[in-house]
């Protein structure tokens, strides 16, 4: 594991990001554990994220012009992923994101901050059923620009509505890569190697086993 990934399940458990207990999910399954990156609230927090996603960006991906957040989660991460890799990494990148409705006056359209264009780069929190990453490849392809890639902040690495992982039905479906700060065996690994959280490994691996899809 790389240092960002550990400081990021550090980060989400201090801040009420990652919780464990047991959650009904949107699926209906019944989880150990529950992630929600809107925890993720304070200005030490945000600035942090901002650094784990151009962390991932900068390490996956060297031809990028803009990143791209589908409203409403991924437009402040689309913000801070730009400025961090500019403070961090040297690289001055556009961002842009979409409005819920299209504006009727103005300038009008549905996409705010930079024109899609060249190869971006889209950033959300999770990937549950997928529907606001394909609408953001559906976009950003119908404006003329190549999506380079998709950059979450944690995948489950569990099963979708069939076979696949939610992240990797996505994958097939757009034929982008999807990169993620960190999956559920990093998690497990956390857990694994850290004394106070051990009493949730055995749930965790136990979920894993039952639903996770290796490799997503």
Do not use: C, W
Not at 51 to 72: C, E, K, L, M, Q
Not at 99 to 116: I, P
Not at 143 to 160: C, F, H, T
């Amino acid at each position: 594991m790389h240092d960002y990934q550990r400081e990021f399940v550090a980060l989400a458990l201090e801040s009420g990001a990652l919780k464990f207990g047991d959650f009904t999910l949107k699926s209906g399954r019944q989880s150990p554990y529950f992630f929600n990156a809107g925890q993720l609230s304070s200005g030490r927090a945000a600035a942090a994220l901002g650094r784990f996603y151009a962390n991932v960006i900068h390490g996956h991906y060297s031809d990028y012009d803009v990143i791209f957040g589908p409203a409403y989660k991924g437009i402040p991460l689309a913000a801070l992923s730009a400025a961090a890799l500019s403070d961090q990494h040297g690289v001055d990148v556009a961002y842009a994101f979409n409005r819920k409705e299209a504006k009727t006056h103005g300038e009008g359209g549905n996409v705010v901050g930079a024109a899609l264009k060249g190869n971006v780069i889209i950033v959300d929190d999770v990937i549950t059923a997928g529907t606001a990453i394909r609408e953001s490849v559906q976009m950003i392809r119908a404006a003329g620009a190549n999506v380079a890639g998709i950059v979450i902040s944690l995948d489950r690495q569990e099963k979708g509505q069939g076979a696949l992982s939610a992240v990797q039905e996505v994958e097939q479906a757009t034929g982008v890569k999807v990169s993620a700060i960190a999956t559920l065996q990093d998690l497990v690994t956390v857990l694994g190697q850290e004394r106070a959280l051990a009493a949730h490994l055995g749930d965790v691996q136990a979920y894993q086993a039952r639903y996770s899809i290796s490799g997503s």
